[in-house]
């Protein structure tokens, strides 16, 4: 089995600074693309940035310059330090992972999602 676990949301005033977590636990061979998405009350859920191995990042435009996206491959975590936050960055926020799965033998791909974190930011 494999888990997603978010950490470090919270409520925060507007301007102020982040940092969620998410810990990849389980039978995982290999972790490829990580990302953190969010989705806020009555929207659909959004891209916010995404990692490849290799530290490759891509950010939405409404975070550019504002949000970074982290990696620690040999711990299987991602993180994202989110600075100068606006009241339109609140949500909850996902991370999923893009992996390769093992278990009693066999192997396979998988895309694997976190419960959530809130974030809320006041004005």
């Known amino acids: 089995q494999v888990q997603l676990v978010e950490s470090g949301g919270g409520l925060v005033q507007a301007g102020g600074s982040l940092n969620v977590s998410c810990a990849v636990s389980?039978?995982?061979?290999?972790?490829?693309?990580m990302g953190w998405n969010r989705q806020a009350p009555g929207k659909q859920r959004e891209l916010v940035a995404c990692i490849t191995r290799g530290g490759s990042r891509n950010y939405a435009d409404s975070v550019k310059g504002r949000f970074t996206i982290s990696r620690d491959n040999a711990k299987n975590t991602v993180s994202l330090q989110m600075n100068s936050l606006k009241p339109e960055d609140t949500a909850v926020y996902y991370c999923?992972?893009?992996?390769?799965?093992?278990?009693?033998?066999?192997?396979?791909?998988?895309?694997?999602w976190g419960q959530g974190t809130q974030v809320t930011v006041s004005s």
């Open positions: 999923n992972a893009d992996l390769s799965w093992y278990i009693s033998g066999r192997s396979g791909p998988g895309d694997y």
């Open positions: 389980g039978s995982i061979l290999r972790i490829n693309d």
